[in-house]
């Protein structure tokens, strides 16, 4: 079956496209783009009327935690992916922080079988840099890619011992992975639940130091300069180390970064009140620390917006603030946060968000999608950008509900999204 996108506002950074014209999708991955898409229109054939819409390639989150196999009650494939197209996201990258982790071929395999099965969105399994996600002792990287993994990572356990990454980034190095870091020197942040501060100060908290995250930046920079290892740096929330990755990036080293929309929409005082739902690892920062992160975006720094999509019971986050978890469900609030933070406010254009975080997530682990390219899978994100829409959590498709967006008022509302030519996720009337 054909489909016609028509009289859409296509933005394709990758191509350069910026404009009202028309799509067309035929098994499953893109036929055109033209200006006149009336000689397509025939046969078994679906004309989606576009106007005042925008159409991007489909969002891909580089960061998700979609909690299966072992904790199911929070999240599941099926479930995870529903959130994820209805945030306008065709393919997401799931962490190994799981039970049992994604540290052995068997589970890989199950995972993409389960995706295969009931997931809606593309899948991409990140595995775990270490057997069992422990402080020693590599996984067997070789057998994990050839099982799917596109990446290795140490998130959740960021790994401490320099000897440790050392090695694991030669063996990445040698199989063409790339590997993603959680950059948190433990012994810095011992019992603590957020940003150290004034804020923390009157609360009554143990807080951690931007240091601690910037520390391990700096060493996890420095050292895929020495392997030659592609370096991912996940969840950047601090000023200096958007300075670290910027320096080190002009020395050459092969590195990307991502940020949050989280860590330049929300400050740590979002946590007053002992709200849990803003309890984050890294945890919110200061003001300062946001702008950072802007700049970060807007001069390259940092390549991507991921979601670090983390979801909780809500008996989990029912807790006193230093017993609760860390982590936030962004899946569905993703584009709505930082077009309405970015582009609503003059700061970066359509296209930057776009390329931040489809395009650039694509190239960052060399993922399928990213483009609307002739060839290219057809996967299709629309969105009504002057739609005003309150952020309600129990309205979520995830299983869990901690965010601390409840109820902002948001621009920009995902209305479909596509993945493979199949219409997955879909606004009543549109």
């Given at each position: 079956?054909?489909?016609?996108?028509?009289?859409?506002?296509?933005?394709?950074?990758?191509?350069?496209?910026?404009?009202?014209?028309?799509?067309?999708?035929?098994?499953?991955?893109?036929?055109?783009?033209?200006?006149?898409?009336?000689?397509?229109?025939?046969?078994?054939?679906?004309?989606?009327?576009?106007?005042?819409?925008?159409?991007?390639?489909?969002?891909?989150?580089?960061?998700?935690?979609?909690?299966?196999?072992?904790?199911?009650?929070?999240?599941?494939?099926?479930?995870?992916?529903?959130?994820?197209?209805?945030?306008?996201?065709?393919?997401?990258?799931?962490?190994?922080?799981?039970?049992?982790?994604?540290?052995?071929?068997?589970?890989?395999?199950?995972?993409?079988?389960?995706?295969?099965?009931?997931?809606?969105?593309?899948?991409?399994?990140?595995?775990?840099?270490?057997?069992?996600?422990?402080?020693?002792?590599?996984?067997?990287?070789?057998?994990?890619?050839?099982?799917?993994?596109?990446?290795?990572?140490?998130?959740?356990?960021?790994?401490?011992?320099?000897?440790?990454?050392?090695?694991?980034?030669?063996?990445?190095?040698?199989?063409?992975?790339?590997?993603?870091?959680?950059?948190?020197?433990?012994?810095?942040?011992?019992?603590?639940?957020?940003?150290?501060?004034?804020?923390?100060?009157?609360?009554?908290?143990?807080?951690?130091?931007?240091?601690?995250?910037?520390?391990?930046?700096?060493?996890?920079?420095?050292?895929?300069?020495?392997?030659?290892?592609?370096?991912?740096?996940?969840?950047?929330?601090?000023?200096?180390?958007?300075?670290?990755?910027?320096?080190?990036?002009?020395?050459?080293?092969?590195?990307?970064?991502?940020?949050?929309?989280?860590?330049?929409?929300?400050?740590?005082?979002?946590?007053?009140?002992?709200?849990?739902n803003a309890k984050m690892n890294p945890p919110l920062r200061t003001q300062a620390d946001c702008d950072a992160i802007i700049k970060g975006l807007l001069d390259g720094t940092i390549d991507a917006i991921a979601t670090d999509h983390a979801p909780?019971?809500?008996?989990?986050?029912?807790?006193?603030?230093?017993?609760?978890?860390?982590?936030?469900?962004?899946?569905?609030?993703?584009?709505?946060?930082?077009?309405?933070?970015?582009?609503?406010?003059?700061r970066m254009s359509v296209s930057a968000l776009v390329e931040k975080m489809s395009c650039q997530p694509a190239k960052v682990l060399g993922l399928r999608g990213g483009t609307l390219k002739p060839g290219a899978p057809a996967d299709i994100a629309?969105?009504?950008?002057?739609?005003?829409?309150?952020?309600?959590?129990?309205?979520?498709?995830?299983?869990?509900?901690?965010?601390?967006?409840e109820g902002w008022e948001v621009l920009g509302k995902p209305v479909l999204t596509m993945v493979g030519g199949k219409v997955v996720y879909r606004e009543v009337g549109t």
């Amino acid at each position: 079956m054909r489909t016609i996108f028509r009289k859409a506002h296509v933005c394709d950074p990758s191509q350069g496209i910026d404009r009202v014209t028309d799509v067309v999708v035929e098994d499953g991955t893109i036929l055109a783009i033209t200006d006149d898409s009336a000689p397509y229109d025939v046969g078994s054939c679906e004309v989606i009327d576009c106007s005042g819409l925008l159409l991007t390639p489909g969002l891909i989150d580089l960061h998700t935690h979609l909690r299966e196999p072992g904790y199911e009650y929070k999240e599941d494939v099926q479930s995870g992916t529903a959130a994820a197209v209805a945030g306008g996201f065709s393919a997401v990258c799931c962490m190994p922080n799981t039970d049992p982790p994604l540290d052995e071929p068997s589970v890989i395999r199950g995972l993409l079988k389960r995706a295969e099965e009931v997931g809606v969105a593309r899948v991409y399994p990140v595995a775990a840099i270490t057997k069992g996600l422990q402080a020693e002792g590599l996984s067997e990287m070789a057998a994990l890619k050839e099982a799917g993994a596109v990446a290795v990572t140490d998130d959740a356990y960021p790994l401490q011992l320099a000897e440790v990454l050392r090695r694991g980034m030669e063996y990445a190095a040698q199989l063409g992975l790339t590997v993603m870091t959680h950059c948190e020197d433990k012994s810095l942040t011992r019992d603590a639940s957020m940003n150290e501060g004034l804020t923390a100060t009157i609360m009554g908290l143990r807080g951690m130091p931007a240091v601690a995250e910037e520390i391990q930046v700096a060493r996890n920079c420095l050292m895929s300069l020495y392997t030659g290892c592609r370096l991912h740096i996940l969840h950047v929330s601090t000023v200096g180390a958007v300075q670290v990755i910027r320096w080190a990036k002009e020395r050459g080293a092969p590195i990307t970064a991502e940020t949050c929309p989280h860590y330049f929409a929300l400050t740590d005082e979002a946590c007053m009140g002992y709200n849990t739902n803003a309890k984050m690892n890294p945890p919110l920062r200061t003001q300062a620390d946001c702008d950072a992160i802007i700049k970060g975006l807007l001069d390259g720094t940092i390549d991507a917006i991921a979601t670090d999509h983390a979801p909780h019971a809500h008996h989990e986050k029912a807790q006193e603030f230093a017993l609760a978890p860390f982590g936030i469900v962004g899946l569905e609030t993703a584009f709505a946060i930082s077009y309405t933070e970015l582009v609503a406010t003059g700061r970066m254009s359509v296209s930057a968000l776009v390329e931040k975080m489809s395009c650039q997530p694509a190239k960052v682990l060399g993922l399928r999608g990213g483009t609307l390219k002739p060839g290219a899978p057809a996967d299709i994100a629309l969105f009504d950008l002057e739609r005003r829409w309150t952020v309600r959590a129990e309205q979520f498709r995830s299983k869990s509900r901690n965010t601390p967006f409840e109820g902002w008022e948001v621009l920009g509302k995902p209305v479909l999204t596509m993945v493979g030519g199949k219409v997955v996720y879909r606004e009543v009337g549109t």
